[in-house]
């Protein structure tokens, strides 16, 4: 019968929580402890699922133990915590985004290959099921010839304390993902970006990411929209793929083949484009989280590669940087 791992969670604020529940509802790995700097949250929470809560977090490694360690801390206190778990042995889930600096995301990867441990970042809407069955159609050439790919990210400021700017914060997984379900690399970026609430960064980013082949990328994406929105469009020869990340809808609208059928003239002229059917594809619902921490495991538990490398992370958090400095600088950024 196969030991079950232990599973510990340094931080249990908007994430963390999530990450303590997901542990506790799976079957092959035991949450033993959380820990958080407010000793109130961290007992919250270790009651709630009759485990052990301490402030201090590297006390909590060393009289637990733990094979596996999701961080869930802010940005800028990464470099610290993830290197001293992975030193003492642990495997890691680092949220999102790997690190606060280019060259702390580094020094990161390093430790982890040092330490001889696995360390994968939570870049987690790769694994929602829809982004995960637009990625298999694309790569069956479903759309043909890739045209355009749209991101929206959009909603109100977060309530949780926010350290970092919106293009780190939410950017960064669209850089991600325009990569993940495309296989292409981005080449080039341009920027417009606004302050409107925070007085220390940007909150409003309409940006443009122009990916290998000619694929035309475009991020919108803010803090200030009053109603969620979490939307991907993908756009080419045969018509176009949205993706609901939040319904986990994925739907395909096609570009109807032949010319148009029309009693109207002038209709009848256009050619190219036209509306064909709509299809609503049968997605099998998940939480992507629990997906995300499930693909931890395995890797763990075989030795096998992060679920999303530290290099994938490094490179969304530089492109994500691209575009703070090109909305600093009104300039279009070459990538080599």
Not at 160 to 186: C, N, W, Y
Not at 264 to 290: H, T
Request: a negative charge.
């Amino acid at each position: 019968m196969q030991t079950k791992l232990k599973a510990v969670v340094i931080g249990v604020g908007a994430m963390g929580r999530n990450h303590a529940r997901v542990y506790a509802e799976i079957q092959d790995v035991t949450l033993v402890a959380v820990s958080d700097t407010d000793q109130e949250r961290a007992d919250s929470i270790a009651t709630q699922y009759n485990v052990s809560a301490y402030s201090d977090y590297k006390k909590m490694i060393s009289e637990e133990k733990p094979d596996v360690v999701t961080i869930a801390v802010p940005t800028p206190l990464h470099l610290e915590v993830a290197t001293y778990v992975m030193e003492q042995g642990c495997h890691v889930l680092l949220e999102k985004p790997i690190a606060q600096s280019i060259e702390d995301g580094q020094k990161l990867i390093e430790a982890a290959e040092k330490s001889g441990v696995i360390m994968t970042v939570g870049h987690i809407e790769r694994f929602n099921p829809a982004v995960q069955q637009l990625k298999e159609r694309l790569q069956k050439n479903e759309l043909g010839v890739l045209h355009y790919i749209e991101a929206r990210r959009q909603g109100p400021y977060p309530s949780r304390m926010s350290d970092i700017g919106v293009i780190i914060d939410l950017a960064v997984h669209d850089l991600d993902i325009l990569s993940f379900v495309t296989g292409k690399k981005i080449d080039r970026l341009y920027a417009e970006t606004k302050q409107c609430v925070s007085e220390d960064s940007d909150d409003i980013l309409s940006g443009v990411a122009h990916l290998e082949g000619g694929i035309v990328g475009s991020l919108n994406i803010n803090w200030v929209t009053p109603t969620k929105i979490r939307e991907l469009y993908v756009t080419g020869e045969a018509g176009t793929f949205h993706v609901n990340y939040i319904t986990q809808d994925l739907t395909f609208f096609e570009n109807e083949k032949g010319d148009p059928s029309t009693s109207w003239e002038a209709m009848g002229n256009l050619r190219g484009v036209s509306e064909g059917n709509m299809i609503r594809y049968k997605v099998r619902k998940e939480e992507p989280l629990k997906a995300e921490v499930n693909a931890f495991l395995g890797a763990v538990r075989e030795g096998g590669e992060p679920p999303v490398k530290g290099s994938c992370a490094l490179e969304a958090l530089r492109l994500a940087g691209m575009l703070v400095e090109s909305g600093q600088n009104c300039s279009v950024i070459k990538i080599t």
